[in-house]
């Protein structure tokens, strides 16, 4: 399939009218404000060319001072009057555009927020925000000016052609004549700048991403230390490059073709006079002020029209832009809300989990990670995964936490099913430790207060004890308002986990899921948080490890191995298996 099949495509999937409009339905009366000032506008601005005529035809031939003095006060008016008009339609305008982009870019956040993890696993991250900031940034002018400026010119265009038809119909259909020509090359022009709009914005989309990955503090370790500082430089220069060529040609492609529809209007009016000459001999003569009256409506018509087909132009443009922002409003998350959640309160849950012969494949064509797994944790208890890389482990713990959804078996916690419970009645329940914490870039206690902002900081510095960090928070200078940086590069691995680990127990969830979470402390510390999450009585803890250490002390351990479930017990009973589990101790 072409390039150009394959986005006319996206296109018809994505954008239609009923759906732009859509966009404006929120704040319908702010509108139909803003319609009647442009429709009262333009009534008021045809005015102008009858005064015209009237002068012409009669005060000034009359010598009707008086006349005169009215018909000219009157084009004042009208004059000011439409400026007055002019200066609601700019604040209407605005502020129904900024209300559009604004509900359209938190719409999109919050859709994005739904999405199921396997969306951001395929898509840059870089990519996702060139849509929120680019896309729907370049489309703000459009909703705010271009679109009034199309109204306006609607409305001008009807009141003006009624006013040329009431004039004279003859010279009238002279000037129509040069609507049809000029809207062809109109439509010709447009067709093509929309499609190097919309490859500018993929160019836009990896500049994006390459600036996301490389000027992050991983990427500048990443380049500097494999010598590619230059390379890289060529390579964003070259993309640049790519999005400086894009922008000339999606304001000139087609250009010469374009100039036409600024040369119809320019010979339109000695066209006009010509033939109002030779009316002015026939039996229903054209008056001079009926020919300088109707010019003047000509350029009235002409220009907003010239004006309109560029906003027709901007509007073909801004499709391509709205393609890309509806293709992410259509892509559906895997992971949906139930539509009758379980009621459920966190005081009344114990923390006991089922895992039910529960079976999951990343993608069918590759063997499953999972196959026929089931688990009993009774509540308060811990649980211990352990397996070599590659078995199954940290996908099960995205399965408790319902990052995806089992293919088949189920997982219960105190007997509801996972799927029956709303993302943050989850979350209130089941803790998740990730071995690669995220943290922000704010404070210490800012970090430790994220999944609580109302926690007090007597609190705040509980969970922190409990994670073995308060002592290094301590030694700070700024103690807890230590700023960590960004993903928090100003910590050690050991120090972001512990962190991770008490924000988590801010929470005092249920359930708690460690995966791989202290695999970057020293083994003097893992067995102190070991030991304080040992004397923590009434909650389930489930560990996925690599070092046998962290999960020796379990009630329960499993062994996975290629996604499947192959042992099972308490470490001195696995030892004495001489099975998997011993030879993982070995190794």
């Not at 006009?272 to 020919?291: R, S, Y």
């Not at 089922?354 to 079976?359: P, T």
């Not at 791989?516 to 009434?538: K, P």
């Amino acid at each position: 399939m072409s390039d150009d099949h394959s986005y006319e495509d996206l296109v018809a999937q994505h954008v239609s009218l009923r759906r732009i409009l859509r966009l404006f339905r929120p704040h319908w009366p702010v509108v139909v404000a803003l319609l009647s000032l442009l429709a009262l506008g333009a009534v008021i601005e045809i005015a102008s060319p009858f005064l015209l005529r009237a002068i012409i035809d009669e005060a000034l031939p009359e010598r009707n001072m008086l006349l005169l003095a009215v018909l000219t006060g009157g084009s004042v008016a009208v004059a000011a009057v439409a400026s007055v008009l002019h200066v609601f339609q700019i604040e209407l305008s605005a502020r129904t555009g900024q209300a559009v982009m604004h509900d359209l870019r938190s719409r999109l956040y919050g859709h994005l927020q739904s999405l199921s993890l396997s969306f951001f696993t395929s898509h840059r991250s870089g990519e996702i925000q060139s849509r929120i900031a680019n896309d729907i940034g370049g489309l703000q002018a459009v909703v705010t000016n271009t679109a009034t400026d199309l109204i306006r010119s609607i409305g001008v265009l009807a009141t003006t052609a009624i006013a040329m038809l009431a004039l004279d119909w003859r010279l009238a259909l002279l000037s129509f004549a040069a609507i049809p020509p000029t809207t062809w090359i109109a439509h010709r022009v447009s067709a093509l700048r929309e499609k190097i709009a919309y490859q500018r914005q993929m160019r836009l989309a990896d500049l994006s991403s390459m600036a996301m990955e490389f000027l992050s503090v991983s990427g500048i370790i990443l380049a500097r230390t494999s010598g590619r500082r230059k390379a890289l430089a060529e390579r964003f220069a070259a993309t640049s490059g790519d999005v400086a060529r894009l922008e000339v040609e999606a304001m000139t492609r087609g250009h010469w073709l374009w100039s036409l529809v600024f040369f119809v209007p320019a010979i339109l009016p000695a066209s006009t006079l010509m033939l109002g000459g030779a009316l002015m001999h026939q039996v229903n003569p054209v008056t001079i002020g009926t020919l300088v009256a109707l010019i003047a409506l000509q350029e009235q018509l002409l220009w907003p029209f010239v004006e309109l087909l560029e906003s027709g132009q901007q509007l073909r443009s801004a499709r391509a832009l709205m393609t890309r922002v509806f293709e992410y409003f259509d892509t559906q998350p895997d992971i949906l809300e139930p539509k009758r959640p379980a009621t459920i309160e966190r005081s009344h849950m114990a923390g006991a989990i089922r895992i039910a012969n529960v079976s999951f494949a990343y993608d069918k064509a590759v063997p499953p990670a999972l196959t026929n797994v089931s688990i009993d944790i009774p509540a308060g208890t811990h649980l211990g995964i352990v397996g070599a890389t590659g078995s199954g482990k940290t996908t099960l713990g995205y399965l408790l936490a319902r990052l995806y959804d089992v293919d088949s078996g189920s997982i219960q916690l105190d007997g509801m099913d996972v799927r029956d419970m709303t993302g943050e009645q989850l979350a209130g329940i089941l803790g998740v430790v990730p071995q690669e914490p995220f943290l922000l870039h704010t404070t210490i206690a800012e970090n430790i207060r994220f999944g609580r902002p109302e926690a007090s900081d007597a609190d705040v510095r509980v969970a922190a004890e409990a994670a073995q960090i308060a002592g290094l928070i301590a030694t700070l200078p700024s103690g807890y308002d230590t700023l960590v940086g960004e993903r928090g590069y100003r910590l050690s691995g050991g120090e972001k986990q512990r962190l991770a680990l008490a924000r988590v127990l801010l929470r005092d969830p249920a359930i708690l899921l460690l995966d791989e979470a202290t695999s970057a402390l020293d083994v003097q510390t893992e067995e102190a948080i070991v030991a304080a999450l040992a004397r923590s009585r009434g909650r389930t803890i489930v560990t996925i490890a690599h070092r046998i250490s962290t999960v020796r002390d379990a009630d329960q351990i499993v062994v996975l191995d290629r996604g499947r479930l192959v042992e099972r017990g308490t470490h001195d009973e696995l030892l004495g298996r001489r099975g998997r589990y011993a030879a993982l101790v070995r190794s």
